[in-house]
């Protein structure tokens, strides 16, 4: 069986998909940018700031999907600079403290020309 997670503690979709999905004991949550769900709007022009705001927005799915970051099995990372690559660590490792597998890749153009995005997959209880 399959549940959509939809949560205002991170920003609705913005195209055909859904914030995340459950199934098999597992929260496959979609890529998330610093998008503030409140105002729509991007937060923050630096890595710090957009950081930040893409960690609290997983925290809203993570909290939406009855899980927290300590059950983050895998995160995929995606940076508009490796040069930001120490700063955005520095960040991730305050909320990831399991030390979680990991990618972490430089792409060209992200949605929004935000400077960040990451996706996770959390085990959920499913009780």
Do not use: W
């Amino acid at each position: 069986m399959m549940k959509k997670i939809s949560t205002d503690k991170a920003p609705a979709a913005i195209g055909p998909y859904s914030q995340g999905i459950v199934a098999n004991g597992f929260l496959f949550a979609s890529g998330q940018i610093a998008i503030n769900p409140a105002t729509g709007e991007i937060d923050g022009a630096d890595i710090v700031a957009q950081t930040t705001r893409v960690m609290e927005n997983i925290g809203g799915l993570l909290e939406a999907a009855g899980t927290d970051y300590s059950h983050v099995v895998k995160t995929s990372c995606f940076l508009a600079d490796m040069g930001d690559f120490a700063t955005f660590n520095e960040i991730y490792a305050k909320y990831f403290t399991e030390k979680p597998a990991r990618s972490c890749v430089a792409v060209k153009t992200l949605p929004k020309n935000v400077l960040c995005e990451v996706e996770v997959i959390a085990l959920v209880d499913e009780k």
